[in-house]
């Protein structure tokens, strides 16, 4: 992937000599979507996450993983969750596509607008075919992140209050095309997986497993549970939480047979009697790729697999530049599908599409008073 990386920055035509990195960092994760309501968009909405490499020549690339709910993609099988104690042994599952190479790219320009924001454009593809019309993306930056280890780079309305009156960025306010919200972080740290913290790391390292990571999520769901009311909106909701992964009574649980770490939550919003909420987090692939997974316990009724209608989510790590784990940004790419079959049914109202960062204190997530 880096040697892709490497030929892009060679092959992309040059902009002006000694431009400034956004921050003064090259290597980002970077999560771009397409939400919005059903009356505006009918059920299109799409996610993108990936890496932006930027040069001091002007150029910048990326390689990313897409989905579009219209696709209806499906949940794949990653690794089996061995963890032990009260988590249930089952498959840990991912978004299809996740777990190979990525499945698009750019290649472009950036530079700087009056107001301080990023303008990158995109004006060929990741073989260097020029595009029918270039791609402009206008990204907010902020600087100094983590006594300055970090960037990170925001649409317009990505951060906010939750709820679900999220203000919808118009036509142009952060880009020429679809695309309408975006979270990124960046440093200087490689985007190897020799970068990327274990989930070993994440459960007993001092550094990671003692704080929250939180951040925001603006996802395109239903507007209730009630069937005959319910439209597609846009809202935004709280990542993470309160919970560490060293809690001291009822800690993540390592997998002993693969490299992933699983948890039974308690006392979670879940519907019916059982409230306990099955999380997993697990590595995949190179780079700095991670899967998430939850579901609430009670829709396996009684079995100990929930094989339907979990929440997965693609992730990439956040490192800073000493090579410290900060958190992710991530996609979410739920596909509804019929609990008798197991397939896609198209119930588009029932889909969560959505884009993420959950992120320690010192990245400073821009999370709502409370």
Same mark, same amino acid.
């Given at each position: 992937?880096?040697?892709?990386?490497?030929?892009?920055?060679i092959a992309a035509a040059?902009?002006?000599?000694?431009? #400034?990195?956004?921050?003064?960092?090259?290597?980002?994760?970077?999560?771009?979507?397409?939400?919005?309501?059903? /009356? /505006?968009?009918?059920?299109?909405?799409?996610?993108?996450?990936?890496?932006?490499?930027?040069?001091? !020549?002007?150029?910048?690339?990326?390689?990313?993983?897409?989905? #579009?709910?219209? !696709?209806?993609?499906?949940?794949? $099988? @990653?690794?089996? @969750?061995? &963890? *032990?104690?009260?988590?249930?042994? &089952?498959?840990?599952?991912?978004?299809?596509?996740?777990?190979?190479?990525?499945?698009?790219?750019?290649?472009?320009?950036?530079?700087?607008?009056?107001?301080?924001?990023?303008?990158?454009?995109?004006?060929?593809?990741?073989?260097?075919?020029?595009?029918?019309? +270039?791609?402009?993306?206008?990204?907010?930056?902020?600087?100094?992140?983590?006594?300055?280890?970090?960037?990170?780079?925001?649409?317009?309305?990505?951060?906010?209050?939750?709820? %679900?009156?999220?203000?919808? +960025?118009?036509?142009?306010?952060?880009? %020429?095309?679809?695309?309408?919200?975006?979270?990124?972080?960046?440093?200087? @740290?490689?985007?190897?997986?020799?970068?990327?913290?274990?989930? %070993?790391?994440?459960?007993?390292?001092?550094?990671?497993?003692?704080?929250?990571?939180?951040?925001?999520?603006?996802?395109?769901?239903?507007?209730?549970?009630?069937?005959?009311?319910?439209?597609?909106?846009?809202?935004?909701?709280? @990542?993470?939480?309160?919970?560490?992964?060293?809690?001291? #009574?009822?800690?993540?649980?390592?997998?002993?047979?693969?490299? &992933?770490?699983?948890?039974?939550?308690?006392?979670?919003?879940?519907?019916?009697? !059982? =409230? !306990?909420?099955?999380?997993?987090?697990?590595?995949?692939? *190179?780079?700095?790729? %991670?899967?998430?997974?939850?579901?609430?316990?009670?829709?396996?009724?009684?079995?100990?697999?929930?094989?339907?209608? /979990?929440?997965?989510?693609?992730?990439?790590?956040?490192?800073?530049?000493?090579? =410290?784990?900060? *958190?992710?940004?991530?996609?979410?790419?739920?596909?509804?599908? $019929?609990?008798?079959?197991?397939?896609?049914?198209?119930?588009?109202?029932?889909?969560?599409?959505g884009i993420f960062d959950?992120?320690?204190?010192?990245?400073?997530? =821009?999370?709502?008073?409370?």
């Amino acid at each position: 992937m880096l040697a892709l990386f490497a030929s892009q920055l060679i092959a992309a035509a040059p902009a002006q000599a000694g431009q #400034a990195l956004p921050g003064g960092k090259a290597n980002w994760v970077v999560s771009v979507g397409h939400m919005d309501s059903a /009356s /505006s968009n009918n059920y299109r909405n799409w996610v993108r996450l990936g890496y932006y490499v930027f040069g001091t !020549d002007g150029t910048v690339t990326t390689s990313y993983w897409n989905w #579009a709910q219209r !696709d209806q993609p499906k949940r794949v $099988d @990653a690794v089996t @969750a061995d &963890c *032990g104690g009260n988590v249930p042994t &089952c498959a840990i599952r991912t978004v299809e596509g996740f777990a190979g190479t990525p499945t698009g790219g750019f290649q472009g320009t950036y530079s700087y607008a009056n107001d301080g924001r990023v303008v990158v454009t995109w004006s060929k593809n990741a073989s260097g075919t020029p595009l029918g019309s +270039p791609l402009t993306e206008r990204w907010n930056l902020e600087s100094g992140i983590a006594n300055g280890a970090a960037a990170r780079i925001t649409s317009p309305t990505f951060y906010g209050a939750y709820g %679900n009156n999220v203000q919808i +960025p118009a036509p142009g306010e952060f880009s %020429n095309y679809t695309a309408n919200f975006g979270i990124g972080y960046g440093s200087n @740290a490689s985007l190897d997986r020799e970068t990327r913290a274990t989930m %070993n790391q994440l459960v007993t390292d001092l550094r990671y497993n003692a704080r929250p990571y939180k951040g925001a999520f603006v996802v395109a769901k239903a507007s209730s549970a009630d069937p005959s009311t319910r439209v597609g909106i846009v809202g935004r909701e709280g @990542a993470g939480g309160t919970w560490t992964f060293g809690n001291t #009574a009822n800690p993540w649980k390592v997998c002993s047979n693969g490299p &992933c770490m699983g948890w039974l939550q308690p006392n979670t919003s879940c519907a019916g009697t !059982d =409230k !306990d909420r099955v999380r997993y987090i697990a590595e995949i692939g *190179g780079g700095r790729r %991670n899967t998430e997974e939850y579901w609430c316990q009670s829709l396996a009724q009684g079995q100990p697999c929930y094989k339907y209608n /979990s929440h997965p989510r693609p992730m990439l790590q956040v490192i800073d530049d000493s090579g =410290k784990f900060q *958190g992710w940004v991530g996609v979410e790419a739920f596909t509804h599908v $019929d609990t008798k079959t197991g397939l896609p049914d198209s119930s588009w109202v029932e889909g969560y599409w959505g884009i993420f960062d959950n992120v320690s204190e010192e990245m400073q997530p =821009k999370l709502p008073t409370p």
